[in-house]
């Protein structure tokens, strides 16, 4: 958050499994970040695990060697879909994957004029 970056320079952010990574306050402020770097029309490409509760924890990475904890946000699709919308984006496109038992949402989104 404290990077300086010239507004309006980017044509796309590539946001892959980063949003979940933050407690929700600091997820939207993130989110108004990206819309502040992308130009007119500018692309965000953002995804999570998608989850039916929401929620925030510390949990143990369980793919990493060690004991490693990471904060982890739990998003619903609604909520970010929600957040993306109040942040002045407009969804182009919602996608689905499954990986490792986990299911996965995207969202291609452009920003709002």
Known sequence: MTV???PESFDIVYAGAFIHLFHK????Q?????Y????DHGIL???????????GEFLQKTDFDGEFKRFR???SEEELRGALEDA????LRRLYREVRQKRWVGFICEKSA
């Open 25 to 28: 306050k600091i997820s939207i």
């Open 45 to 55: 490409f953002i995804n999570t695990t998608v989850h039916e509760v929401s929620a």
């Open 36 to 39: 502040k770097l992308l130009r």
């Open 30 to 34: 993130i989110l108004a970040q990206f």
């Open 4 to 6: 300086s970056l010239v």
């Open 88 to 91: 002045n984006f407009h969804i």
């Open 73 to 75: 946000r739990h998003w």
